[in-house]
């Protein structure tokens, strides 16, 4: 597979290490995208139970509509890496953030047709951009400072891009369920055609909000003086390559595991996430409207946001191997009290799994490419094409219909299980993987 990250490996890190200060201005900045794409992800939780009540959904048509988002991550992977490659990092961060935009009007258009179907494609196309954005910035963060420090940091600029998920829902609560019919009745209650038009025309306003940010973050970022990461002359480059060509990445059993564990993780978020205002609607849960339901939602994210910062911290002085496992821990602990429990134990345990999440997806995947050296890039391509994981939550909503939705939360308990056991054992590097990367 082609390096999915253009001119980012060893190089860059040897360089970022020497002069770390010249890059703090272009982390700040990368930290506005992380924002940005964590408020987009997390207006589709909002979204959902919207579209549930607009077209009629069960379960698994409404979790296809988040299937659906995470599929683009593993079909728009590799021609994003393509096109880093040839028009670089700066103009390609451009050109994702203008897919971003046109997916957004998209979804203006899909609410003037009421169309399920166009609102499938917009939302395919917001994730695509998205995907371009992910697949350079996430290793960007991990290769720019020195390598003991990685899963700090991203944890740390990651921290922003929970910002973004935090104020997502009350921006979609507001905008989005505040003002529709199906914001603020029951739970189950039927709407009238009239009050299912209205209400798919009400996502019109915030999708253009969002789209005019884009364009504006856009422009930003093409006029700013974004220093070059890596790639040195071409007779490095030549050697680099070759040198690639003499590894394998499957020797690295840290990036072997680290794989599929960013893909179950996601499973495990996006199956909360998206869930979360069915749940705690229910009436033996928190009996709450959706519109009510959305700022519990804001809690489960803020939840993150400080599991992130808090967890940045503890990494400069513990390994991040056993903060990973700790919250493997808890996290499965909470889970299986929002499994069998109710009423506002079940609600507030389900809250509570967003603060031990919240260091897995950064710390993952730092700990999957440590040591890969020259194969740094192949291996940042994989765990990025891993976050497709989350298009998996179709078989969540597939258990809710089957087996009720609060059993459902025991495929999430499972997830956290293998997050652990990649802790405990799975990220070890292999011996000697690192002298021959």
């Known amino acids: 597979m082609a390096g999915p990250i253009a001119s980012i490996g060893a190089p860059a890190a040897e360089t970022a290490t020497r002069d770390q200060g010249s890059y703090r201005p272009a982390l700040s900045l990368l930290a506005s995208l992380f924002f940005m794409w964590g408020f987009i992800t997390v207006i589709n939780n909002t979204l959902l139970p919207h579209l549930r009540s607009v077209f009629d959904l069960s379960y698994t048509q409404t979790t296809l509509i988040e299937s659906v988002w995470f599929i683009a991550y593993f079909v728009a992977s590799i021609p994003a890496a393509k096109l880093i490659a ?35 494609t917009a939302l395919f196309v917001i994730a695509s951009g998205i995907t371009l954005l992910q697949v350079a910035a996430n290793p960007y963060v991990a290769v720019v400072g ?74 930003v970022i093409a006029r700013f003086p974004l220093p070059a990461i890596g790639g040195g002359d071409d007779a490095a480059k030549r050697t ?36 979360f205002i069915n749940f705690v609607s229910q ?14 939602l804001f809690l489960l994210w803020g939840g993150m946001m400080v599991g992130r910062f808090v967890g940045s911290y503890l990494m400069q002085g513990r390994s991040a191997e056993t903060i990973l496992a700790g919250a493997a821990i808890a996290a499965f602990a909470v889970m299986l009290v929002a499994t069998f429990a109710t009423g506002p134990l079940a609600m507030w345990a389900l809250i509570s799994v967003g603060l031990f999440h919240a260091v897995m997806f950064p710390t993952i995947f730092t700990l999957g490419i440590r040591g890969l050296g020259p194969l740094t890039e192949e291996g940042a391509g994989l765990l990025i094409m891993a976050i497709a994981g989350g298009s998996l939550v179709v078989v969540q909503g597939w258990a809710a219909d089957r087996f009720g939705l609060q059993h459902s939360f025991l495929i999430t308990a499972a997830c956290e299980l293998y997050v652990l056991f990649f802790a405990l054992w799975g990220s070890r590097p292999s011996r000697g993987a690192s002298d021959r990367a």
């Open 240 to 275: 680099a390559k070759t040198e690639r060509g003499t590894l394998s990445l499957w020797r690295h059993r840290n990036l072997v595991f680290g794989v599929p564990a960013i893909f179950i993780y996601l499973i495990a978020e996006i199956g909360v996430s998206n869930l």
């Open 283 to 296: 009436p033996e849960i928190g009996n709450l409207t959706h519109t009510e339901a959305s700022h519990y």
């Open 86 to 120: 040839r028009i670089g990092y700066q103009r390609a961060l451009v050109v994702g953030l203008g897919i971003m935009a046109l997916g957004t009007l998209g979804m203006v258009l899909a609410s003037h047709q009421v169309s399920y179907a166009i609102t499938l």
């Open 146 to 219: 020195p390598p003991e420090t990685a899963p700090a940091r991203l944890n740390l600029v990651q921290a922003f891009n929970s910002f973004g998920t935090t104020l997502a829902p009350l921006f979609g609560g507001y905008l989005i369920l505040g003002r529709s019919a199906s914001g603020n009745v029951a739970a189950g209650t039927a709407l009238s055609p009239a009050e299912r038009l209205a209400d798919a025309q009400s996502v019109q306003l915030p999708y253009l909000i969002v789209a005019a940010i884009l364009v504006v973050l856009a422009v």
